[in-house]
Structure formats: C-alpha cells, structure tokens
C-alpha cells in the first residue's frame, strides 16, 4: 500500500507565505491533491497535480512535485487567518479507484 | 447545486450497540466512496460503490460494518456491534465517474461517531 507522510503542524503569521510538504512512497502515484478541511466540515479540493508535471500554480497556490524525491509541497502565499485549517495531501495510483490520504497538516497562521 | 448530505452529525452509543449512517450524494453521481477518519488521522476509504456495485471494499472490516446503495443513490453505512476503536468522523463522498484526472470528489460534512 502507499504511505503518505506530512508534519502534524505548521504555524505561520498572516501575510507571510506557507509551505506544506508531503512525502509517499510508491512512484506509480499518478494524480497527487491538496484538499484542505475547515473545522466541522468534510474535505474541499483545493488543487492537483498531474504526476507528469512539476509545477501548478493556481492564484495563491503553487503546487511542487518532485518525483525523483516523492515529495509534494503547497505553498500559500500571502496567508491568511481564513487559511487555517487542517490540509491534506492524497494521492491516487495508476489503476486505483481511491484517494490514499496523509496525516494531515495543521495550519495556524497567527494575525 | 446541493451537495452531498450526511446524517446524523453527531452520535454517541455505548459499545456494543449497533448504528446506521446515511449519505445521499450530489445528483447524477455515480460513484460514492465512505471514509473513516480516526482523529489525528487522514481518511481511510471503507468502501467504494460504482452505482449500486462495490467496487472496492477491502478494507471493510466485514465482521462488523456492512454498506449498501440501493438503486444506486442514496447509502446507509452500518456498524454492528461497535467498538471502541471504532470513534471516528465518517465521511461519505460521491463523484461524477471514479476518481482521476480531473474528477473532483465532494465530501459531505461527516458525522462523528463516539463510541462509549
């Protein structure tokens, strides 16, 4: 099975950028997503990647993917507080059906 | 456009006891998944419908949860009897066609489960 790794928490203060690594384990790891989760409500997209592209930028977001390492990092720029919230990297195989979810990162950014 | 709807929010039971969860998914989906999110934790799927057809179920734990979509819409999530172990957020999902590029799954809002 796959094994996605993130840090449980990250504290920024507001207007500075953020960024949330993510690390898995199986290479044939085809479409990579950052969902983000809001106290008290499910999961919302926020973006993705295709696993033959490096980069997406998307508004304050920009997505890294790094294939050789395995590690998918979502940068937030110009954060703020709204940005809190608990954000999950998921990846999906070539060939599955469902989303493999890691631990989830805490984001707290600070006024 | 409505989103996917979960009920109950919330439920306490002691264990032991049995419980049902319900999902209805956006219309005109096709695909429903069911999660469990242990707190600290990224969810875990239980079981993928395609339809009204399992399409994944293996991590189900079988001895104790069972799911059905009948007429391929809405979904109940059961677990009988519970345990402990088993307090967590159960998030149902739907999607368009299985997940992949560029098909978003909408998550519902889940109902967190204490088990006593």
């Known amino acids: 099975g796959e094994d996605v790794e993130q840090s449980l928490f990250l504290s920024v203060r507001e207007g500075d950028s953020s960024v949330i690594n993510c690390t898995y384990t199986d290479s044939s790891s085809t479409y990579l997503y950052w969902y983000k989760q809001e106290p008290g409500a499910g999961l919302q997209l926020l973006t993705y990647?295709?696993?033959?592209?490096d980069m997406k930028q998307d508004q304050r977001l920009t997505v890294l993917l790094n294939k050789k390492d395995k590690h998918l990092s979502l940068r937030i720029a110009d954060t703020q507080t709204g940005d809190s919230a608990i954000y999950f990297c998921a990846v999906i195989q070539t060939g599955a059906n469902n989303l493999f979810f890691g631990t989830g990162t805490r984001l707290t950014v600070i006024p | 456009e409505a989103g996917v709807a979960q009920s109950p929010r919330y439920k306490i039971i002691e264990k032991r006891q049995s419980v049902a969860f319900w999902c209805n998914p956006i219309s005109g989906h096709a695909t429903l998944y069911w999660y469990q999110q242990i707190l600290g934790q990224g969810p875990k799927l239980l079981i993928q419908f395609q339809n009204n057809g399992v399409v994944d179920d293996s991590q189900l734990p079988k001895d104790r949860f069972s799911a059905e979509r009948l007429k391929g819409v809405d979904s109940t999530l059961k677990i009988q009897p519970a345990k402990l172990e088993d307090s967590a957020v159960y998030l149902c999902?739907?999607?368009?066609?299985?997940?992949?590029?560029?098909?978003?799954?909408?998550f519902g809002q889940g109902t967190r489960l204490t088990v006593v």
């Open positions: 990647i295709f696993s033959n592209m």
């Open positions: 999902a739907s999607s368009l066609v299985a997940q992949g590029w560029n098909t978003e799954a909408f």
